[in-house]
């Protein structure tokens, strides 16, 4: 059974940038397409990012644009959010999901978190103004 597990969340002020992984056990992740979502409290959970299977095909939310980036290693079996200019409203936990069941395939949304069927336990990340 594939378990994620996310971390390198913390506090960071605004300006400033994080790298976020998220690291697959029991099974290798390269055959996934891979998510990374997001919720404060209060809200919705909320698509980010996601990259395909093969790592050539990216979408982010426009919240996201030009300041994350999503990358896979598959030799380490991890995906990767890159995180730049940081602003206080990105302040959440993030989950990264992962769609073992080819619901994307099959015609779900990339950015609908019901296209995914693993996730992970999620990281804190904390933006400070």
């Known amino acids: 059974q594939v378990q994620l597990v996310e971390s390198g969340g913390g506090l960071v002020q605004a300006g400033g940038s994080l790298r976020l992984s998220c690291v697959a056990s029991?099974?290798?992740?390269?055959?996934?397409?891979v998510g990374w979502f997001r919720q404060s409290p209060g809200k919705e959970r909320e698509f980010v990012t996601h990259?395909?299977?093969?790592?050539?095909?990216?979408y982010y939310a426009q919240s996201a644009r030009g300041r994350f980036s999503i990358f896979k290693d598959n030799a380490k079996n991890t995906v990767y959010l890159q995180m730049n200019s940081l602003k206080p409203e990105d302040t959440a936990v993030y989950y990264c999901?992962?769609?073992?069941?080819?619901?994307?395939?099959?015609?779900?949304?990339?950015?609908?978190?019901?296209?995914?069927?693993?996730w992970g336990q999620g990281t804190q990340v904390t933006v400070s103004s």
């Open positions: 999901a992962a769609d073992s069941s080819s619901l994307i395939r099959r015609g779900g949304s990339y950015s609908s978190k019901r296209s995914y069927d693993l």
């Open positions: 029991g099974r290798t992740f390269s055959s996934y397409p």
């Open positions: 990259i395909n299977w093969r790592g050539a095909v990216r």
